[in-house]
């Protein structure tokens, strides 16, 4: 079958630096996505790995590891808005979108 | 502006009443999905299409049914006989054949309420 697992939740200091990891299982493999998600509203694009190595994006950087099945964001200089749930999502052979349950990850002053 | 629109954000209903969500875009995006999601879990796929007149089940489709009549719209009739309906449903468009694929874009969400 497949799977994707993330951490349930994580918790970080506001300016500090965060790494939320992903692994997956898939029928085949076009690109790994993230997402952040504020809670009761819809998911917002962040990244998107199709090659193994580090995308950067401002203070989000997000890295994949084929051979691993393996991803990670990384949030710097967290600030208090970062406070959200983070989606790992794989597309598949079919080009479908395989989601993770999601990361809820909490800023703390 | 360009963007996909779901109607109600919120939506409350009688047990044993179909009730539908309304989905609209303008992106020219051939390819649209509707997801639930519930807390803790991740996006579980009910319906999509890639063209109109067209669709395919996803992994929950059971007691839901969809129309894809024009490219911009896909709504999603939550039946009667769908057990568990209160959930957050999420509708979602994309192209198709991308190289690379590109992002799904989401509408706002539709909190559905069983009273």
């Known amino acids: 079958g497949q799977n994707i697992d993330q951490p349930t939740e994580m918790t970080a200091t506001e300016g500090a630096i965060v790494q939320i990891n992903c692994t997956y299982q898939?029928?085949?493999?076009?690109?790994l996505f993230w997402y952040q998600q504020h809670a009761g509203e819809a998911p917002t694009f962040l990244s998107y790995?199709?090659l193994d190595g580090l995308e950067e994006k401002g203070r989000f950087s997000s890295f994949l590891s084929r051979s691993k099945g393996y991803s990670y964001l990384l949030l710097k200089e967290l600030q208090m808005k970062d406070s959200a749930s983070y989606l790992c999502?794989?597309?598949?052979?079919?080009?479908?979108?395989?989601w993770g349950a999601g990361t809820k990850l909490i800023i703390k002053p | 502006d360009g963007g996909i629109t779901q109607s109600p954000k919120y939506l409350f209903r009688k047990e044993g009443q179909n009730v539908t969500l309304s989905c609209e875009q303008n992106?020219?995006?051939?390819?649209m999905y509707w997801y639930r999601q519930d807390p803790g879990q991740g996006l579980r796929l009910i319906y999509y299409?890639?063209?109109?007149?067209?669709?395919q089940k996803g992994d929950i489709a059971e007691g839901y049914s969809v129309s894809r009549e024009k490219k911009e719209s896909f709504p999603l009739t939550v039946t009667s006989a769908q057990k568990n309906p209160t959930a957050f449903y999420l509708c979602?468009?994309?192209?198709?054949?991308?190289?690379?694929?590109?992002?799904?874009?989401f509408g706002q969400g539709t909190r559905l309420t069983v009273v």
């Open positions: 979602a468009s994309s192209i198709v054949g991308g190289d690379p694929p590109t992002e799904a874009f």
């Open positions: 898939t029928s085949g493999f076009n690109g």
């Open positions: 790995n199709v």
């Open positions: 999502a794989v597309m598949d052979s079919n080009y479908q979108l395989i």
């Open positions: 299409s890639q063209i109109v007149n067209d669709f």
């Open positions: 992106l020219n995006h051939d390819a």
